[in-house]
């Protein structure tokens, strides 16, 4: 009997503290995975903040030490990994907490997955291709707790790393199961005092991950319910936290979207993010932002293989008008959160739309992209995003 359904292999997220007020539980969940000697791994606007300095608190309350190790570039890199494992193997710690947006998150992962590993295997031997993860002593990751402060990346229940190697200026993702941390808190206080621009660059990059994972062609319908929801969260709930930065309510429903939207995206990514991998790595922009930027532009290259798709999802939102309401909403949605209109507001030139042609079909995302990428339409892709 033959049949049209794929076998795929699912993996599903791990132990969630969600709540207002949880983070005060930090030291207990340090104790439930093993860790005794954590090193908080935190990026350098976030050092210096109250959030930081309560969270160390309650390690410091609890006898964990108070150990900060906060050189993570916003696009970090393999230098940023060897100062934080030299910090970390000179401190003798034996867990990593993950304190932050998306750099600290990924760095804290790969600090752990690094640290221990034989001297000859480079971090560019893990990358997502195939199973190169084996390549890592899984013995040898030290445990993960993450703790996010942005509503954005979901890096917090994911099992990769996203590092910008600092000749090439190349984004690779680095996959292994064990970086999904063994335990994540999320507590949406910590959200409250992000400035403006980056709670918009961070909602918008949930957004494209849930629409982005909503129009992959591969199947894994558990994500593509994920998506949905999480696309309606962002929809209504960016607006009002950027307008009200204090409204826990919606500060609650864009971080449970971010975490949404990265469980999602197993099911796959897209132009969205192999257009904005390679813009951030030559320019050094906000991910979220720039995956904002293009977001228009790839709906429209894209257009005839979800329309169908986008019709059913707008209607679930509430969105008036099927693909085209949900294109305007989207639009909508940029300019109430000012968005730059195109990537030559970001900086990005015409003359190195060949390089960045080039480096957005190496990106992985491209493979989940409903319209195959080739030289040519990417490059004109490129051209309409100016």
Known sequence: MTHSVPNRN????TAIKFGVGRIAELAEHCAAAG????????????????????????LKAAGLGTAVFSEVDPNPNETNMADGIKAYLAGGHDGVICFGGGSA?????MIALMAHQRADLLVWDLEDVDDWYTRADASKIA???????TAGTGSEVGR??????????????????????????????????????????TGMDALAHCL???CSPFYHPMSQGIALEGMRLV??????????????EARSHMMSAAAMGAVAFQKGLGAIHSLSHPVGAVYGTHHGTTNAVVMPMVLDFNRN???????KAAAYIGIKGGYVGFYKAVLALRKTLNIPESLTALGVKREDLDMLTDMALEDPSCGGNPVVMTKENTRALFEACL
Do not use: Q
């Open 235 to 248: 929809f209504e709930n960016l607006p009002r936290v950027y307008s009200d930065p204090s409204d826990l």
């Open 143 to 149: 445990p993960i707790i993450a703790v996010p402060t």
């Open 10 to 13: 699912w993996s599903y997220p």
């Open 212 to 214: 982005e994972a909503y």
């Open 160 to 201: 990769a790393g996203v590092l910008t190697n600092s000749v090439t200026h190349k984004k690779k993702i680095i996959f292994h199961p064990k970086l999904l941390p063994v335990v994540v808190i999320c507590d949406p206080a910590l959200t409250v005092g992000m400035p403006r621009f980056i709670t918009a660059g």
């Open 305 to 311: 293989m979800i329309e169908a798709r986008l019709d």
């Open 105 to 109: 998150l990924d760095l804290g992962k």
């Open 35 to 58: 860790v005794k000697k954590p090193l908080f791994v935190t990026d350098k606007a976030l050092a210096n903040l109250p959030i930081t300095a309560e969270a160390v608190a309650v």
